[in-house]
């Protein structure tokens, strides 16, 4: 029984440095090769605002809560690890944006000729597709499933 007592008391502890340790949520960082362009495609093709821009190097556009930073190759955000690995854009993890009507999205944004990754899927949960942003980012469009 102590040693259960022990470990809820260790539990507590890590909770409580993580806790104190992260302040909060900021956003998410995507690598890309042109920043100019990357603001196109997620204010013009998206419709993200613009919040600032320090070109050629770093952009922050947003939408609702999410913040997403764009680091072109000048940016800080973009060095080499000190191990030699660059830092670059793709990848599998990516940012999930809830749309309504995800089928007339998809026929939309085909006729405006984006890179789709895969189809449409559909799931217990909702649909979702994977798009790419120019420098072949993935974005998730996710239509939730109505709860009835």
């Given at each position: 029984?102590n040693?259960i ?7 507590s502890?890590s ?10 949520f ?12 990357a603001?196109?495609f ?6 993200f605002?613009?919040d600032?821009q320090?070109?050629?190097a770093?952009a922050?556009?947003?939408i ?24 670059e ?7 999930v944006l809830?749309?309504k009507?995800?089928?007339t999205?998809?026929?939309?944004l ?6 789709f990754?895969?189809?449409?899927e559909v799931?217990?949960?909702g ?8 420098d072949?980012n993935p ?10």
């Amino acid at each position: 029984m102590n040693s259960i007592r022990q470990n809820e008391k260790q539990q507590s502890q890590s909770r409580n440095t993580t806790e104190s340790v992260i302040d909060g949520f900021w956003g998410v960082r995507y690598q890309v090769k042109d920043v100019q362009r990357a603001i196109t495609f997620y204010t013009q093709t998206l419709g993200f605002n613009l919040d600032i821009q320090y070109l050629p190097a770093f952009a922050q556009v947003s939408i609702g809560g999410l913040k997403l930073i764009l680091s072109g190759p000048g940016a800080s955000g973009s060095r080499a690890m000190p191990d030699g690995r660059q830092q670059e854009p793709g990848g599998w993890n990516r940012i999930v944006l809830r749309v309504k009507n995800l089928p007339t999205r998809v026929a939309e944004l085909k006729n405006v000729g984006l890179n789709f990754r895969n189809e449409m899927e559909v799931g217990p949960g909702g649909k979702q597709i994977q798009i790419e942003d120019p420098d072949g980012n993935p974005i998730e469009l996710f239509e939730p499933a109505r709860q009835g």
